[in-house]
C-alpha cells in the first residue's frame, strides 16, 4: 500500500485540534488551546479566520512540520447545505457558503477554509468528512407545528457515523444492520436514531433543540421566549449568543470545563451539582424521546464524546435508559481518525470524492 501523509484539522470553540497520519496510523497529534476571551472578541466565526490560521501556521514551523511532503489536507466540515454523508472535495462553493454562513456560525466552519488554504499552496488536495451538514432526516421527524418552521439536521456527524461503524464492526455486523440511538456529549449535545445505516432523527445540537449542554441553551419554552425577545432588553445577537456560546451550563456556573464543573461538585457545591443533574436527566429524556422513533427497535444505545469520560452523567444516563437497551461508552471522539480515513479511502481510490455545489 502507498504511503500517504494526511494534516487533519479540527476547529473547535476554544481550540483547534491537529492530527498527522501516515495512512491509518496516527504519527503526531496537537491541541492548541485559545484563550477564550480572544475568541470572544471576535463578531463573528470568519472574523477568526486570520489568527487560526496564523496560530496553526506559527505551530507547525514550531513542530517542524512540512506540509509539501503531505498527500492531502483534510478539515472538519461546517454548516454547509444539507447533503448525504460522505468525504467532500473542499470546492469554491463550499468557500463561499462558509462565508455567507447562510446556515449559521460554527467553529467547525472554518475548517474546509483552513484546509483548502494550506492544502492550494503546496499543490495538495483538500478534502472535509461527514460535516455537520449531512442531513438523512425522515421527514416525518422534520416538520413542526409552524408550517413555516422545519427542523434542520446539524449535529456531530463526524463522530456519530465513525462510533456507529466501528461499533458495528465489533459486533460483527455491518452499520446497516443496526438501530443505534448514538449521544454525543461534548461542548454541544447530540442525540441521534440510527436506523439501518442513517440517522433518521437527530436534535439540532446547535441552535435548536435537545439537551442543555455545556455551552447550548438546548430546548427553551416558547412562550417565554418570545416574551424575552420582544422585550426591548436584548438585541439578536445577545439572544443568540444566551442561546449558543452563553448557554447550559456556562450560563448557570461561569464555565463550560467539565473538569472544573465536577472539582466545584467534589467541593461541594450544590449549585453545580444540581445543574450537572439537570442536564444529564435531559440527555436520557432525549434518549427515550429517539427510542419511539426507532420503535423500541433499539440494538444498543451508545454514549460517546468527552463527557461520555464522566462517571456521575454516565450513572445516572444509564439507570434512566437502561430499560431500553444496552448502554455502550465509547468514550472520547473519532473525529480525527475519522477525517483522515476518509481522506485516505479518497487518496486510495476505494471511492470517489463527492462535490459540493451550492
Known amino acids: 500500500m502507498k504511503k500517504h501523509l494526511i494534516l487533519a484539522i479540527n476547529p473547535g470553540s476554544t481550540s483547534t485540534k491537529l492530527a498527522i497520519y501516515e495512512n491509518e496510523t496516527l504519527v503526531s497529534e496537537f491541541k492548541i488551546s485559545h484563550d477564550t476571551d480572544k475568541i470572544m472578541s471576535f463578531k463573528s466565526i470568519i472574523d477568526q479566520y486570520d489568527f487560526r490560521e496564523q496560530v496553526i501556521l506559527e505551530f507547525l514551523k514550531k513542530e517542524n512540520v512540512d506540509l509539501s511532503k503531505f498527500s492531502a489536507i483534510v478539515g472538519r466540515g461546517g454548516m454547509l447545505k444539507p447533503i448525504e454523508s460522505g468525504t467532500y472535495k473542499v470546492t469554491d462553493d463550499m468557500v463561499k457558503d462558509m462565508h455567507e454562513a447562510k446556515r449559521g ?132 445577537e445577545e439572544i443568540k449568543r444566551k442561546n449558543y456560546g452563553k448557554g447550559g451550563m456556562v450560563a448557570y456556573l461561569g464555565t463550560n470545563d467539565g473538569r472544573e464543573i465536577m472539582e466545584m461538585i467534589e467541593k461541594g457545591d450544590e449549585k453545580a451539582k444540581f445543574i450537572f443533574e439537570v442536564m444529564s436527566y435531559q440527555i436520557a429524556k432525549e434518549i427515550g424521546s429517539e427510542a419511539t422513533v426507532l420503535e423500541g427497535k433499539v440494538d444498543e444505545i451508545i454514549l460517546t464524546g468527552g463527557l461520555a469520560y464522566n462517571k456521575m452523567l454516565v450513572d445516572i444516563v444509564e439507570k434512566r435508559v437502561e430499560f431500553i437497551a444496552p448502554v455502550i461508552v465509547y468514550a472520547g471522539e473519532n473525529e480525527m481518525e475519522s477525517l483522515a480515513l476518509g481522506a485516505l479511502r479518497v487518496l486510495l481510490g476505494e471511492e470517489e470524492p463527492k462535490i459540493y455545489k451550492s
Open 105 to 236: 456560525e460554527h467553529a467547525s466552519n472554518l475548517g474546509c477554509l483552513l484546509a483548502k488554504d494550506l492544502a492550494d499552496e503546496h499543490g495538495i488536495p483538500s478534502f472535509v468528512v461527514d460535516p455537520v451538514a449531512v442531513d438523512e432526516m425522515d421527514d416525518h421527524y422534520r416538520y413542526t407545528g409552524f408550517p413555516e418552521l422545519k427542523r434542520s439536521s446539524l449535529f456531530h456527524a463526524l463522530n456519530h457515523k465513525a462510533v456507529a461503524r466501528k461499533r458495528s464492526k465489533d459486533l460483527g455486523k455491518k452499520y446497516e444492520e443496526m438501530n443505534f440511538i448514538i449521544a454525543h456529549l461534548g461542548g454541544g449535545i447530540s442525540v441521534a436514531a440510527h436506523q439501518k445505516g442513517k440517522v433518521i432523527d437527530v436534535n439540532n445540537a446547535l441552535d435548536g433543540d435537545g439537551p442543555m449542554s455545556p455551552e447550548r441553551s438546548g430546548s427553551l419554552p416558547a412562550g417565554p421566549l418570545y416574551k424575552m425577545v420582544f422585550s426591548g432588553q436584548y438585541t439578536l
